[in-house]
Structure formats: C-alpha cells, structure tokens
C-alpha cells in the first residue's frame, strides 16, 4: 500500500479524534499567493478550514509568498494575490480571531529554522520527492535550490508553531510526510521539542475546472471568487460544449459538458448526473444557463461580503498585522527552544539584551 492509501484509511478515526478533542490539535494550513482564489480553492480547501475552525480547532493560515519564486522567477501580482486572497478566506468564514492569517516574509525566525532543518535531510531524500519533480517537469525549467528544498521549508512553516495536523491535497502529502521525518530526526538529535503532524486528507473531488481539466488560473478554465455575475456568465458561455441535445456526465467523452455539470452540481449541491438528468434534451444552451445561475446564486452571499469587506479601509492590512504579529512571537519562541537545544543558547541571550 502506498502511503496515500495508508492515510486515508486513518481518517475516519482522525475525524473523530478531531471532534471529541478540538482543542488537542493545531492547524496549519497554506496556499501560494498567485492570484485570486476561484471554486476550486473554495470546495477544494477553502470550505474545510472554515469547519475546522468552527469546531474550535486553533488554526494557522500561511500564504506561502516565498513558495510563489519555486518555479518561476519572479513573484509577479504577489501584494494584490495576497490581499484577494485574504478577502476571500475572510467572506468565506474564516475568523482572524480564531485562524492566524500570515505570510512567509514577514516571520524571519520561521524561516531561520530552515538552516537546521536542511542539516537533518539528505540531498536524495529531496531528490526522491514526487511532487518536486512534477512542479520542475511542469516547469520546463532547470531544477532550482529552491524547488529542491520548499519542502524542508514547508517542513518549518508547519513545526515553528508546533502543529500536528495539516489539511492537505494528495500532492502535498510527501511534505508532510517530510515534516515528520525531520520532527523526527531533531527530537532524537537534540531535544523533543516537535509533535509529528498528521496529515488530514481532505475528501472533497478535485474540481474540474469548464473544460474538464482541474480548475487552475492559469489553464483559464477557472471561475474566481470575486468574478460578478456577468464575468461568471461570460467565462461560462466561453466553454466548448458540443451540438448533442442530450445532456450526460461523460467527463472522458464530453470534458466541456461534464465540467460545467460538475461545477453547477457543486454549487447545488447535487450530483453531476442528477443536474444532467433535469437538463435532459434541452441540449448545452441550457446547461450554461442552468451552470451559470446555480454558481451566481451560491456565489452571492460570499460577494457581497468579499464587497463589504475590501471596502472597509485597512481591514485586510490590519488582518495581516495582527496575523504576522501573532505568527512572529511564536516562531521566535520556537526558535529559542531550538537554538537552546542545539547548545546555542547564547543567541538567545544576545536577543533578550
Ligand atoms: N505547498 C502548498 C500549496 O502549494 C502551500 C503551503 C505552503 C502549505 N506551506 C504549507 C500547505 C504548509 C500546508 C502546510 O498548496
């Protein structure tokens, strides 16, 4: 069994650990900030944070701006990606009171404790990591220091505030996997400071994105957030369907079709083959029309916060002040804990001066 396999299989008992215990778990949770954040983030990530948090789990929110220059060269739109994305998880429910919202480079000692991470992992360890290697191939680009190593650094955004569950997508589960090798390692090299964080699969589908193929920004098959209802309707319209009247979930034959069934299905929360069953023969003119009302009215309510909320003046800045702020004490608590561990206490000394 592959260890997808293996973590899935604990998570039904994970879950109920999760609800008779909320307190005895802390969350973190991340996205890379590239630009704003559409259906897939929102039934992919988006909607379980906010459940987490609502059973009372303490819950951290990193939006990885360092992870955004992996693979590609520059951060281009990353202040605007940020603040959308922080608009967004705020509309959708998530309570800066209760989830820590911050961003990577505003937490030197969080990424300081990148240094003894990368001592306790060998070069073919972070050679042998699947999801690395897609990212380079997808790249088209050399392999660069930093793609090597995000993991190590993924493994920091994780253990500077000792969580011990991460929510994460099958592709980041070789991180998280990563994670415990190094908690591991330091506690038995130095001191046991670190829990080993387990992963929380998340069972929400992959979601297609109007032409069949997972809903991504950049494949331009994506429907934002913060799109009004116009937009919506437009990007929809746009969506190669095919002239057959009759309506059917066939996402290897018909991608077009079965994507917008799947999105309007989402919203409506139905199956793709009961949305396609009420469309019948009336043939793909009406499945637009059906898929663009069913994710405008599930979309309303979050945009008209999202509107509310960027037109309050400093809310998002403050929201990312308090989070960095929060994020900051934190990490250079830790951080402390692991110079005294590794016999560095001195700096810690030449700090408190
Ligand atoms: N790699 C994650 C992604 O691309 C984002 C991320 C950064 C993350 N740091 C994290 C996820 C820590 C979980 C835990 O989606």
Do not use: W
């Amino acid at each position: 069994m592959d260890s997808f396999t293996v973590t899935a299989a604990r998570m039904p008992e994970l879950e109920r650990r999760i609800t008779e215990h909320p307190d005895a778990f802390r969350v973190l949770t991340g996205d890379r900030p590239t630009g704003a954040l559409h259906l897939g983030h929102y039934f992919g990530s988006v909607r379980e944070r906010v459940r987490l948090q609502q059973r009372g789990v303490d819950t951290f929110l990193i939006l990885a701006d360092y992870q955004v220059i992996t693979d590609r060269d520059i951060a281009d739109n990353v202040a605007e990606s940020v603040r959308e994305a922080i608009a967004d998880y705020l509309a959708a429910g998530l309570d800066p009171d209760r989830t820590t919202i911050f961003v990577h480079s505003a937490v030197p000692a969080l990424n300081q404790l990148l240094v003894p991470f990368l001592s306790l992992v060998t070069e073919a360890e972070l050679h042998r990591n699947p999801t690395v290697k897609a990212e380079q191939l997808a790249s088209g680009r050399a392999l660069s220091g930093l793609l090597l190593t995000y993991p190590v650094h993924q493994a920091a955004d994780i253990l500077f505030c000792k969580a011990n569950l991460v929510p994460v997508g099958k592709d980041n589960l070789p991180h998280v996997e990563q994670t415990r090798v190094i908690a591991r390692r330091f506690n038995s090299r130095y001191a046991p400071l670190f829990p080993e964080p387990e992963a929380l699969l998340t069972d929400a589908p992959e979601v297609p994105g109007l032409d069949g193929r997972k809903m991504s920004k950049s494949y331009g098959n994506a429907i934002a957030l913060s799109m009004s209802d116009d937009e919506t309707a437009a990007v929809i319209r746009r969506t190669r369907t095919d002239s057959e009247r009759r309506i059917t979930y066939d996402p290897q034959g018909r991608p077009g079709v079965s994507g917008l069934l799947s999105v309007a299905a989402l919203c409506l929360d139905e199956t793709p083959e009961e949305v396609a069953d009420r469309i019948a023969d009336a043939g793909s003119g009406q499945l637009k029309r059906l898929a663009t009302d069913a994710v405008n009215a599930f979309l309303g309510p979050h945009r008209a916060r999202r509107r509310d909320i960027v037109a309050e003046p400093d809310l998002l800045d403050e929201v990312l002040r308090r989070g960095n702020a929060r994020a900051n004490e934190i990490a250079e608590g830790t951080l402390a804990e692991v110079r005294e561990a590794m016999g560095m206490g001195y700096a810690n000394a030449v700090r408190a001066r």
